[in-house]
C-alpha cells in the first residue's frame, strides 16, 4: 500500500479562523507543501502581514515574526542578512503589499533581496472590514467606494508583477489563482519555483495568488468563485510574468 | 589600548564594532552621515552587513528582522527620521527584542534645521511611538563617552531585551577628540553576546519560536503590559546613572544633560572662582532618569537646568525634587549653544550676587 496523502507537517493541526470561502486555507497548505516537499520546515522563517493572515504563527509551525503593516519585506530583509541559509517569505494581502508596504516591497525587489512575497490579492481589506485596495476593480463596490470605485477619483488597479517586472533583482515573478484545482496545482508549482530561486540565490521572487473574499464581495463562496474568474482574471492576467534563466 | 584621534559620529560606528555589532541600517540625514558612511566602509572588514535603506521606516524594521535573530544591529538617524523610526520602534519594545538607536539631534520641530540641538528629550524618554513603553536612553558628553556608551548600550540592550538609544547632538557627533579604543584581545563583557533561546533562526532541533505584538485577548496584552512594566522598574532600580561635579556643599546646582553639561561644568568652575557654592549634576541615563541625587538636597536652594531646547528635562527634574527646591530654566534652541558666561550670569542672579 503505498500513501498518496499525508498530514502537512508545517502546517499546524489546528481550525482556521477564515470564513468560509475563502483562499487562505488552500495558499496556507501550498505553502506549507512546498516547505515540506523542500524539507525546509527547520530553517525557514515566515513574516506575517497585518490584516486577515496576521495570525499565521498559529498555523505553520516554524519560525514566524509578525510584522508592522506593510513592513514585513524590510523585515525579511533584516532576517535573510541575518540568515543567509534560511528560507524566508513573507506573507501579505493587497493592502499590506501595495498600499502601505508599496515602498519596502519595490525596493527589496530592487536590491534582489533573496526573499520571497507570497501575495494574497483579493481586491479588498478584508480584516478592516471591506474597504478598497489598491487592488479593487474598476466599479468595484467596497465600503469606501459605495457607488462603485470611480476611477476619476479613487484611480486605477495596480498590478504588482508587471510594475516589479522592470527590475533586474526581481528574478521571478508570477500571478496564479486559488479558485479551482487545476490552479491551485499551477499556485503551488509557482511557489516552489520562487522559493527555488531564492535558495538558489538568484535574487527577489514574488507570487500573486488571486483569491476569494465572499464575506467581504457579499457572496457566496461559488459565487465569488465565478466573480473572480470573470472580473480578477481580465485586469490581472494569469502567468509567469518573469523567470530569469536559471529559475526551476 | 590604542588612543586615536576621532570624530564622534565615527566613534559610534566604532564602539558598535567593538561591541559585536555586525548589521547597521540606516538612511542619510545630516549632522549624522559619517555613521553610516562610517559603516560602509568598516562593516565588510569584519563581515557585518550595511545597508542604505529606502527609508527610515525600512531601516527601523530592517532591524527588527535582524535583531530578531539574535545578532547586534544598529540604526542611526536625527530628529526626523527618529520621527520616521517611531512605529517600529514601538513593535521592538513591544516584541522585547534588543538594538541599538542612536539620535545625533538638530533643530526642530518640523525640518527644523541641520543645527545641534537637544530638543528629541522628550520623544527619547517619554515614548514618541504609540503605547506604554520605555527605552532606555544613553546621554555622552564627550567623543570618548560616545564610544564607551555605544559598546554599553548593546550590553544593556540584550540583558534586558530592550531598545537602547544615544542621544547625542550635532556638536558631539561632528567633533573630534582623542578616543582610547577598547582592547580587542581582553575578555570584553560588552563585546559578549548572550545565549538568546528565545530568537528566531529556524526551528531546527527545537518547538517554533514566535516574535509577535498582537495581543488580541485584553487580558493577554495586561499581563505583557505589567511584565514589561516590571522589566522598566527593576531596569530603573539597576542603571540610573549621574555624573556629580562639586556638589557636596552647594547651594546651588547645575542640571544638564550632553554637550550642555560641558559647557555648564565651565560655568560652575567660573563662579565657583567668585566664591559661589555651585555643582553640577550630569544625567547620564536621561531614561531611567537618576532622580535619587536630586533627593536629599538639604542645603540647596535652588537648581539650574540648562538645555538645548526650551524646556524638556526640567521636567523630570521638577519630579525628582517633589517641589522642595525650586527649578529654574536656561535654554538656547535653533542649533545656538548655550554659553558658559550666560550660564555664569544665571547663577550669580540665583546666588543673589
Given at each position: 500500500?503505498?500513501?498518496?496523502?499525508?498530514?502537512?507537517?508545517?502546517?499546524?493541526?489546528?481550525?482556521?479562523?477564515?470564513?468560509?470561502?475563502?483562499?487562505?486555507?488552500?495558499?496556507?497548505?501550498?505553502?506549507?507543501?512546498?516547505?515540506?516537499?523542500?524539507?525546509?520546515?527547520?530553517?525557514?522563517?515566515?513574516?506575517?502581514?497585518?490584516?486577515?493572515?496576521?495570525?499565521?504563527?498559529?498555523?505553520?509551525?516554524?519560525?514566524?515574526?509578525?510584522?508592522?503593516?506593510?513592513?514585513?519585506?524590510?523585515?525579511?530583509?533584516?532576517?535573510?542578512?541575518?540568515?543567509?541559509?534560511?528560507?524566508?517569505?513573507?506573507?501579505?494581502?493587497?493592502?499590506?503589499?501595495?498600499?502601505?508596504?508599496?515602498?519596502?516591497?519595490?525596493?527589496?525587489?530592487?536590491?534582489?533581496?533573496?526573499?520571497?512575497?507570497?501575495?494574497?490579492?483579493?481586491?479588498?481589506?478584508?480584516?478592516?472590514?471591506?474597504?478598497?485596495?489598491?487592488?479593487?476593480?474598476?466599479?468595484?463596490?467596497?465600503?469606501?467606494?459605495?457607488?462603485?470605485?470611480?476611477?476619476?477619483?479613487?484611480?486605477?488597479?495596480?498590478?504588482?508583477?508587471?510594475?516589479?517586472?522592470?527590475l533586474p533583482g526581481a528574478v521571478y515573478l508570477?500571478?496564479?489563482?486559488?479558485?479551482?484545482?487545476?490552479?491551485?496545482?499551477?499556485?503551488?508549482?509557482?511557489?516552489?519555483?520562487?522559493?527555488?530561486?531564492?535558495?538558489?540565490?538568484?535574487?527577489?521572487?514574488?507570487?500573486?495568488?488571486?483569491?476569494?473574499?465572499?464575506?467581504?464581495?457579499?457572496?457566496?463562496?461559488?459565487?465569488?468563485?465565478?466573480?473572480?474568474?470573470?472580473?480578477?482574471?481580465?485586469?490581472?492576467?494569469?502567468?509567469?510574468?518573469?523567470?530569469?534563466?536559471?529559475?526551476? | 589600548?590604542?588612543?586615536?584621534?576621532?570624530?564622534?559620529?565615527?566613534?559610534?560606528?566604532?564602539?558598535?564594532?567593538?561591541?559585536?555589532?555586525?548589521?547597521?541600517?540606516?538612511?542619510?540625514?545630516?549632522?549624522?552621515?559619517?555613521?553610516?558612511?562610517?559603516?560602509?566602509?568598516?562593516?565588510?572588514?569584519?563581515?557585518?552587513?550595511?545597508?542604505?535603506?529606502?527609508?527610515?521606516?525600512?531601516?527601523?524594521?530592517?532591524?527588527?528582522?535582524?535583531?530578531?535573530?539574535?545578532?547586534?544591529?544598529?540604526?542611526?538617524?536625527?530628529?526626523?527620521?527618529?520621527?520616521?523610526?517611531?512605529?517600529?520602534?514601538?513593535?521592538?519594545?513591544?516584541?522585547?527584542?534588543?538594538?541599538?538607536?542612536?539620535?545625533?539631534?538638530?533643530?526642530?520641530?518640523?525640518?527644523?534645521?541641520?543645527?545641534?540641538?537637544?530638543?528629541?528629550?522628550?520623544?527619547?524618554?517619554?515614548?514618541?511611538?504609540?503605547?506604554?513603553?520605555?527605552?532606555?536612553?544613553?546621554?555622552?558628553?564627550?567623543?570618548?563617552?560616545?564610544?564607551?556608551?555605544?559598546?554599553?548600550?548593546?550590553?544593556?540592550?540584550?540583558?534586558?531585551?530592550?531598545?537602547?538609544?544615544?542621544?547625542?547632538?550635532?556638536?558631539?557627533?561632528?567633533?573630534?577628540?582623542?578616543?582610547?579604543?577598547?582592547?580587542?584581545?581582553?575578555?570584553?563583557?560588552?563585546?559578549?553576546?548572550?545565549?538568546?533561546?528565545?530568537?528566531?533562526?529556524?526551528?531546527?532541533?527545537?518547538?517554533?519560536?514566535?516574535?509577535?505584538?498582537?495581543?488580541?485577548?485584553?487580558?493577554?496584552?495586561?499581563?505583557?503590559?505589567?511584565?514589561?512594566?516590571?522589566?522598566?522598574?527593576?531596569?530603573?532600580?539597576?542603571?540610573?546613572?549621574?555624573?556629580?561635579?562639586?556638589?557636596?556643599?552647594?547651594?546651588?546646582?547645575?542640571?544638564?544633560?550632553?554637550?550642555?553639561?560641558?559647557?555648564?561644568?565651565?560655568?560652575?568652575?567660573?563662579?565657583?572662582?567668585?566664591?559661589?557654592?555651585?555643582?553640577?549634576?550630569?544625567?547620564?541615563?536621561?531614561?531611567?532618569?537618576?532622580?535619587?541625587?536630586?533627593?536629599?538636597?538639604?542645603?540647596?536652594?535652588?537648581?539650574?537646568?540648562?538645555?538645548?531646547?526650551?524646556?524638556?528635562?526640567?521636567?523630570?527634574?521638577?519630579?525628582?525634587?517633589?517641589?522642595?527646591?525650586?527649578?529654574?530654566?536656561?535654554?538656547?534652541?535653533?542649533?545656538?549653544?548655550?554659553?558658559?558666561t550666560a550660564i555664569f550670569e544665571e547663577i550669580?542672579?540665583?546666588?543673589?550676587?
Amino acid at each position: 500500500m503505498s500513501t498518496v496523502l499525508k498530514k502537512t507537517r508545517s502546517l499546524e493541526d489546528t481550525k482556521l479562523h477564515y470564513c468560509p470561502g475563502c483562499s487562505h486555507g488552500i495558499v496556507h497548505r501550498l505553502v506549507c507543501e512546498v516547505i515540506d516537499e523542500m524539507e525546509m520546515r527547520e530553517q525557514t522563517v515566515g513574516i506575517a502581514p497585518v490584516g486577515c493572515s496576521v495570525f499565521l504563527d498559529a498555523y505553520f509551525d516554524f519560525d514566524i515574526i509578525q510584522a508592522a503593516h506593510g513592513r514585513a519585506p524590510a523585515v525579511a530583509t533584516g532576517v535573510k542578512r541575518a540568515l543567509p541559509e534560511n528560507l524566508v517569505f513573507t506573507y501579505q494581502g493587497d493592502g499590506d503589499l501595495a498600499s502601505i508596504g508599496m515602498s519596502e516591497m519595490v525596493h527589496a525587489a530592487a536590491r534582489g533581496e533573496r526573499i520571497t512575497i507570497i501575495f494574497i490579492n483579493n481586491t479588498n481589506y478584508g480584516m478592516t472590514g471591506g474597504q478598497m485596495a489598491p487592488t479593487t476593480l474598476e466599479q468595484q463596490v467596497t465600503t469606501t467606494t459605495p457607488a462603485g470605485r470611480d476611477t476619476r477619483l479613487a484611480g486605477f488597479p495596480i498590478q504588482v508583477p508587471e510594475l516589479l517586472s522592470s527590475l533586474p533583482g526581481a528574478v521571478y515573478l508570477s500571478r496564479v489563482s486559488a479558485h479551482n484545482p487545476k490552479n491551485i496545482n499551477k499556485a503551488k508549482k509557482s511557489i516552489r519555483k520562487a522559493f527555488q530561486a531564492q535558495m538558489d540565490g538568484l535574487g527577489f521572487s514574488l507570487v500573486e495568488i488571486l483569491s476569494t473574499c465572499p464575506t467581504n464581495w457579499r457572496m457566496n463562496p461559488v459565487q465569488s468563485i465565478q466573480w473572480l474568474e470573470e472580473n480578477m482574471m481580465e485586469i490581472y492576467p494569469l502567468g509567469e510574468l518573469k523567470s530569469v534563466e536559471g529559475v526551476s | 589600548m590604542s588612543r586615536v584621534l576621532m570624530k564622534g559620529n565615527d566613534a559610534i560606528g566604532a564602539g558598535a564594532i567593538a561591541a559585536n555589532c555586525r548589521y547597521y541600517y540606516g538612511y542619510p540625514i545630516t549632522p549624522q552621515n559619517e555613521i553610516g558612511e562610517y559603516m560602509s566602509s568598516e562593516m565588510p572588514k569584519v563581515g557585518g552587513v550595511f545597508i542604505q535603506a529606502e527609508s527610515e521606516v525600512a531601516a527601523i524594521n530592517m532591524v527588527y528582522g535582524t535583531s530578531a535573530t539574535g545578532a547586534r544591529v544598529m540604526t542611526s538617524s536625527s530628529g526626523p527620521g527618529i520621527s520616521l523610526k517611531m512605529e517600529g520602534i514601538s513593535y521592538i519594545a513591544a516584541a522585547e527584542l534588543p538594538c541599538v538607536i542612536v539620535n545625533i539631534m538638530r533643530g526642530g520641530p518640523g525640518l527644523g534645521n541641520i543645527a545641534p540641538s537637544q530638543s528629541d528629550y522628550f520623544q527619547a524618554t517619554k515614548g514618541g511611538g504609540h503605547g506604554d513603553y520605555r527605552l532606555i536612553v544613553l546621554a555622552p558628553s564627550s567623543v570618548q563617552e560616545i564610544y564607551d556608551f555605544t559598546r554599553q548600550a548593546f550590553y544593556l540592550a540584550d540583558k534586558y531585551r530592550i531598545p537602547a538609544i544615544i542621544l547625542g547632538d550635532g556638536f558631539l557627533g561632528q567633533m573630534m577628540e582623542v578616543v582610547e579604543l577598547a582592547d580587542s584581545a581582553k575578555d570584553d563583557e560588552y563585546a559578549r553576546i548572550p545565549e538568546k533561546p528565545w530568537a528566531i533562526t529556524g526551528c531546527k532541533g527545537r518547538e517554533k519560536n514566535i516574535v509577535n505584538t498582537l495581543l488580541i485577548e485584553p487580558d493577554t496584552l495586561e499581563k505583557h503590559n505589567w511584565k514589561l512594566k516590571d522589566k522598566y522598574q527593576q531596569i530603573a532600580e539597576n542603571e540610573k546613572r549621574a555624573d556629580l561635579y562639586r556638589v557636596d556643599d552647594a547651594e546651588i546646582l547645575v542640571a544638564a544633560f550632553g554637550i550642555s553639561a560641558r559647557i555648564s561644568k565651565e560655568a560652575v568652575d567660573m563662579a565657583r572662582d567668585e566664591g559661589i557654592k555651585v555643582g553640577l549634576i550630569r544625567p547620564i541615563t536621561l531614561w531611567p532618569f537618576p532622580d535619587h541625587v536630586f533627593k536629599n538636597l538639604d542645603s540647596v536652594k535652588g537648581i539650574l537646568t540648562v538645555e538645548m531646547n526650551t524646556g524638556q528635562m526640567i521636567e523630570d527634574v521638577r519630579l525628582s525634587v517633589e517641589g522642595k527646591i525650586p527649578v529654574e530654566f536656561y535654554g538656547r534652541t535653533g542649533g545656538n549653544l548655550p554659553d558658559s558666561t550666560a550660564i555664569f550670569e544665571e547663577i550669580k542672579r540665583m546666588g543673589g550676587m
